[in-house]
């Protein structure tokens, strides 16, 4: 069955950074588009980021364009989330999100993980 296991979260202070990665399995991780999406306290899901099954097309929403960098590792069966200039807003769970075809559309989910908790505070 499908499994996405993300790690790397923690607290940090405003102005880190910090890399979440993501463990894919169950799935042929190199034939689908990938995404991160946050929840923060009290509020709805937010699309982070995503990236082609390829890993050479990638996207943002522009309020996060320039901090947050996601990649991933065909080889490894994994994503990656580099995050830096780190600001309160930011806190959040942090989920590794499976889209449904090749390319990472935002809303088009199937498989979610459990998430990564972030916070940041000084």
């Known amino acids: 069955q499908v499994q996405l296991v993300e790690s790397g979260g923690g607290s940090v202070q405003p102005g880190g950074s910090l890399r979440l990665s993501c463990a894919a399995s169950?799935?042929?991780?190199?034939?689908?588009?990938m995404n991160w999406v946050r929840q923060a306290p009290g509020k709805g899901f937010e699309w982070v980021s995503g990236?082609?099954?390829?890993?050479?097309?990638?996207s943002y929403p522009g309020s996060l364009k320039g901090r947050f960098t996601i990649s991933r590792d065909n080889a490894k069966n994994t994503l990656y989330l580099q995050m830096n200039s780190l600001k309160p807003e930011d806190t959040a769970v942090y989920h590794c999100?499976?889209?449904?075809?090749?390319?990472?559309?935002?809303?088009?989910?199937?498989?979610w993980g459990q998430g990564t908790q972030v916070t940041v505070s000084s």
């Open positions: 999100v499976k889209s449904s075809g090749s390319y990472a559309r935002k809303d088009d989910y199937d498989y």
């Open positions: 169950g799935f042929t991780f190199s034939s689908y588009g």
């Open positions: 990236i082609n099954s390829s890993g050479g097309g990638t």
